[in-house]
């Protein structure tokens, strides 16, 4: 899936048969990232191994940057290259970029996860560039009989003391054939003139004129459709299957159980006969085990919290005894439901086998993953399986799981045409790898007017918070604190869900502080920068968040916001929060019209240390307020005896245009490493409009989705 | 299966399949047009939106069968050089997130702005609301179907 930057399709494919000529510069991330950077454990699974970055210029001086990293609307496809071409000194318009296919032997973490693509590739994706430039300044040197230090460059030419000037496309046969040099000099940020400018994403024009470059719109020569039927409930298993009609259907071609004989694939010669074939198939399923509801999975999860049985997963002081000597305690409880991703491109995978080879082409957050899964589960060695990445239409953490690629896989194995699997939404949102449902109990031990505990448990369906989560603030800020964890075991699929675990625990947890602050009669600002006070110089190295850096965007916020200062019958709720190595903090803007509150405005400040493409930025942390507060709002998701009680979006809520306020979002001018984007916006967007519709309403919201506890509010509705 | 002959982007498109094909799968399948997007299937999202007879409609409800004379005009067909004054907006606003929902989107916008072509932010808003962006990119597309509304002028 090649792509072009300004997209003169004709020069572009001539550019391409130029880069054979070219050079091929690469260098092991790998070992570039720094000591610290510590990968979320779940994520740390699904595969880390050598990765390389490319670069091929072209003799005519124009650049083609291969971006490694899986692309699902987090923008790096457009901010690696970024990155890369600053160092390099080149000129942006001189670039195009291409979509890098899997490639185990030259990149790493080919993944699209965690927010972690700019993080992880900053150093060695600036080595790259500027290892680039300097063999290009070599040769140049060479040619000119000059040492390379007397030589300076600028947007792709050398130049000399005497001022002659050398292309990057005359020097590139030369440059080739240097040595590659080592420990190359990074520019100074405060020369940067494409890292922090705004640069429109690469694929924009191929997306404002409806050119092919999602999973879905891949082709092959001979390729067919597929549809496929899956259990119904979770718990179920298929006893029988009837293909006769489904057979009847004009372009049916073929019905194949697969999936331990638990799916079955109707396929088609398009789209259209497959889901028809489908829904004419008839099957019989048996339960093999007690269909599980979200009642008992709400009953379960009060239990657990009841109990005492938890694994400790941060504590600090003696919590028993400051709750035993408190002068007051708090404690609430918060609940969320299930989610699915609803990626707006259905799931889908293309599959090709035959006795050479395997080929699947899709939309995949995690394509290393998957052609190991693929590998096991064909029985074929890894080196005869490609995958390669399309543009996704959306990931959000369903992507990491390449289970329909292992679908397709073997439908394609069995019927050795090459084939499209494809999702309808119901089956998209049915057989989904859902964010769990969660339950927090949270409570503060009060004595002398400070807050001196803090214990916090969570129950949650399956799995729990991983990583350095049981460490981010208030840990370290209060002397005795407590995390604990532990889960109930469904047979609901679950896993990582944009901003796993903080994407319901920030709003617990902000949502407690805001409640207690007001019980204490403390200044919901002034106490988060106190509680921070303490936490700085700390030498505990769990503490990942800085509280410098906590305290910086807290008061950005308070400054863009206008905290304090808003007009009449308008009410602001705060939240400030770490996560994904990303500093945030958001105030909502509530008003109340006809009796319900609406969200009218949302201020964000951002510390991801240097801003690599202002506008996707932006448009980052917007979108994922905007997802934040949706989800948070309407999101909610159930099972009846082990089936999911939605399928599309005649039930199904997500936010749209009319329920959706302004954001602004202000990044804090700093040089510091880039962080993440794609995820820390979403977390405190719950907890920020929470505690904003506490005070518009004085009801004070522990349940998601909101709606629906509002609407016990006098039976008021929102929206 | 009988033969159609579709008037899709100002040419004559002929297609065999079965009445009940939504124009969709046919755009998609049989035509090669893939910029209209599956996304739900039921006229909930917006994904497949394009013009029928220059009013922004749901291609995955309406059924060839339906459209055997109208004329059909999808994200493709729009503009001859990508600069319909949406698709500037568009990209002048950067837009995209994921990108998938915007062909639905553009269309959506650039019928409701030959309707209306000076809307106020509420009839922006209200005309918008049928499409889903689960990128939520919905600031940037307000912003962007007010600039278009400017450039159209």
Same mark, same amino acid.
């Not at chain 1, 927010?115 to 290009?136: N, P, V």
């Not at chain 1, 699915?340 to 080929?359: A, I, L, Q, R, W």
């Given at each position: 899936m090649a792509s072009s930057k300004t997209i003169d399709r004709r020069s572009f494919i001539k550019l391409s048969s130029l880069t054979g000529g070219g050079i091929l510069i690469g260098f092991n991330l790998f070992t570039a990232c720094k000591s610290d950077a510590k990968p979320p454990e779940d994520l740390a699974n699904l595969n880390f191994k050598d990765f390389n970055a490319f670069i091929k210029i072209a003799e005519n001086g124009k650049v083609t940057i291969i971006s490694p990293n899986p692309e699902i609307g987090q923008g790096v496809k457009t901010s690696m290259p970024m990155i890369i071409a600053e160092e390099l000194d080149v000129a942006w318009d001189d670039v195009f970029v291409e979509q890098g296919p899997l490639d185990t032997e030259n990149f790493t973490r080919q993944v699209a996860g965690g927010?972690?693509?700019?993080?992880?590739?900053?150093?060695? =994706?600036?080595?790259?560039?500027?290892?680039?430039?300097? %063999? =290009?300044v070599n040769a140049a040197a060479a040619k000119w009989g000059v040492d390379p230090s007397e030589c300076s460059v600028s947007e792709g030419v050398v130049i000399n003391a005497a001022g002659d000037q050398l292309g990057y496309g005359e020097l590139v046969t030369d440059a080739a054939q240097l040595e590659v040099p080592e420990g190359v000099t990074l520019k100074d940020p405060d020369d940067y003139k494409i890292i922090g400018t705004s640069r429109v994403n690469v694929d924009i024009d191929e997306i404002i004129t409806g050119k092919p470059l999602f999973g879905l719109d891949y082709k092959a020569d001979g390729m067919v459709y597929a549809c496929a039927v899956r259990p119904p409930a979770f718990g179920q298993t298929l006893e029988s299957y009837d293909d006769t009609e489904a057979r009847k259907v004009n372009g049916v071609i073929d019905v194949v159980a697969y999936g331990e004989g638990n799916k079955v694939a109707v396929i088609a010669e398009n789209t259209w006969a497959a889901i028809k074939g489908k829904k004419a198939l008839k099957t019989t399923w048996s339960d093999d085990s007690?269909?599980?509801?979200? &009642?008992?999975?709400?009953?379960?999860?009060?239990?657990?919290? &009841?109990? #005492? !049985?938890?694994?400790?997963?941060?504590? #600090?002081?003696?919590?028993?005894?400051?709750?035993?000597?408190? !002068?007051?305690?708090? &404690?609430?409880?918060?609940?969320?439901?299930?989610?699915?991703?609803?990626? %707006?491109?259905?799931?889908?995978?293309?599959?090709?086998?035959? #006795?050479?080879?395997?080929?699947?082409?899709?939309?995949?957050?995690?394509p290393a993953g998957t052609q190991a899964g693929v590998a096991e589960l064909l029985g074929r060695p890894k080196e005869e399986i490609t995958i390669d990445m399309t543009r996704m239409g959306g990931g959000f953490g369903r992507r990491l799981y390449g289970d329909f690629a292992l679908e397709v896989a073997e439908i394609a194995d069995k019927i050795r045409k090459p084939v499209k699997l494809v999702y +309808?939404?119901?089956? !998209? %949102? +049915?057989?989904?790898?859902?964010? %769990?449902?969660?339950?927090?109990?949270?409570?503060a031990a009060i004595k002398d007017g400070k807050i001196t505990g803090y214990h916090l448990k969570e129950a949650a369906v399956n799995s729990n918070m991983y990583g350095l989560i049981p460490h981010f603030f208030p840990a370290g800020a209060i002397d005795n604190y407590k995390v604990e964890t532990a889960n109930y075991k469904s047979k609901i699929t679950t896993g990582a869900w944009r901003a796993p675990y903080t994407n319901f625990l920030a709003f617990a947890e902000q949502s407690f502080f805001d409640e207690l602050f007001e019980i204490m009669g403390v200044d919901p600002i002034q106490t988060r920068l106190d509680l921070l006070e303490k936490v700085k110089g700390t030498t505990d190295e769990n503490i990942e968040y800085s509280p410098e850096r906590l305290q910086g965007v807290i008061k950005l916020a308070v400054e863009k916001s206008g905290w304090g200062k808003q007009p009449e019958g308008v009410y602001q709720g705060f939240v400030a929060y770490y996560c994904h190595n990303t500093h945030v903090a958001e105030v909502a803007d509530v008003v109340m019209e006809n009796g319900n509150p609406v969200v009218k405005k949302v201020t964000c400040a951002v510390d991801c240390g240097i801003v690599i493409n202002p506008t996707g930025a932006e448009n980052q942390i917007v979108g994922g307020v905007i997802d934040g507060i949706g989800h948070a709002m309407y999101g909610d998701f159930s099972f009846d005896k082990g089936k999911p009680r939605d399928s599309n979006y005649a039930t199904y809520r997500l936010i749209r245009m009319q329920e959706t306020p302004k954001v602004e979002a202000h990044f804090v001018q700093n040089k510091l490493s880039p962080t993440g984007l794609g995820e820390p916006g979403l977390p405190p967007a719950g907890g920020a409009i929470a505690n904003a519709i506490k005070k518009a309403t004085g009801m004070r919201l522990t349940k998601q989705p909101f709606i629906l506890q509002l609407a016990e509010r006098e039976n008021k509705v929102i929206g | 299966m009988p033969t159609y002959t579709l008037n899709v982007n100002g040419n004559a498109l002929s297609v065999e399949a079965d009445s009940d094909t939504p124009v969709l799968w046919v755009l998609r399948d049989h035509a090669n047009l893939v910029g209209t997007k599956f996304g739900c299937g039921i006229g909930q999202c917006g994904a497949c939106t394009i013009h029928l007879d220059g009013a922004a409609t749901r291609s995955c409800l309406l059924t060839v069968d339906q459209v055997k004379d109208a004329r059909i005009t999808t994200i493709e067909g729009l503009s001859e050089h990508g600069d319909h004054p949406v698709q500037q907006a568009w990209k002048e606003v950067d837009v995209p997130q994921c990108g998938y929902c915007q062909a639905g989107q553009i269309m959506t916008a650039s019928a409701f702005l030959s309707e209306n072509p000076n809307p106020s932010e509420e009839e922006i808003r209200s005309a918008m609301h049928g499409n889903i962006c689960r990128c939520a990119a919905y600031n940037?597309?307000?912003?962007?179907?007010k600039l278009a509304a400017g450039k159209s002028k």
């Open positions: 927010s972690q693509s700019i993080r992880f590739g900053w150093d060695s =994706l600036r080595e790259t560039g500027a290892t680039a430039r300097q %063999m =290009l007690e269909l599980e509801s979200s &009642e008992l999975h709400d009953q379960e999860l009060g239990k657990i919290l &009841e109990g #005492d !049985d938890f694994e400790v997963r941060r504590e #600090d002081g003696d919590v028993e005894k400051a709750f035993k000597e408190a !002068d007051q305690v708090v &404690e609430r409880v918060y609940s969320s439901p299930f989610l699915p991703h609803n990626c %707006m491109e259905p799931m889908n995978f293309f599959g090709h086998v035959t #006795d050479e080879k395997v080929t699947l082409v899709g939309p995949i957050q995690t +309808t939404r119901e089956d !998209d %949102m +049915t057989a989904g790898i859902y964010r %769990m449902a969660i339950k927090y109990k949270i409570a | 940037r597309i307000e912003k962007a179907v």
